[in-house]
């Protein structure tokens, strides 16, 4: 199982503090989650998911399918990673 940081205060390259994550386990009738806390503060949000149900997840609160969770995060990753290239470009 992969390592993640929770360590209060680790901060990144770019300046950024990591977040913390925590992973559960299915329990019983419970899904499994991930609890992903700010590197900063206690300030944290919940992605329950489920294998049986895989079309599905519930982010902080919100269900709805994976499909229009793409919509809605994928661009939003795709501007960031644009811009890390550009900037990379403008350095060499």
């Not at 899904?31 to 590197?39: E, H, N």
């Not at 149900?53 to 609160?61: A, K, M, S």
Request: aromatic share 8%; charged share 40%.
């Amino acid at each position: 199982m992969k390592k993640y940081n929770k360590k209060l205060g680790v901060y990144e390259k770019e300046g950024g503090a990591k977040l913390r994550i925590w992973h559960r386990k299915k329990k019983g009738v419970g899904s499994a989650r991930y609890l992903i806390k700010c590197g900063d503060c206690d300030q944290s949000i919940e992605v329950y998911y489920d294998k049986s149900h895989d079309n599905f997840l519930e982010i902080g609160g919100v269900h709805a399918t994976k499909k229009e969770w793409r919509k809605i995060l994928l661009p939003l990753l795709k501007d960031i990673k644009k811009k890390k290239i550009n900037e990379k470009k403008k350095r060499t």
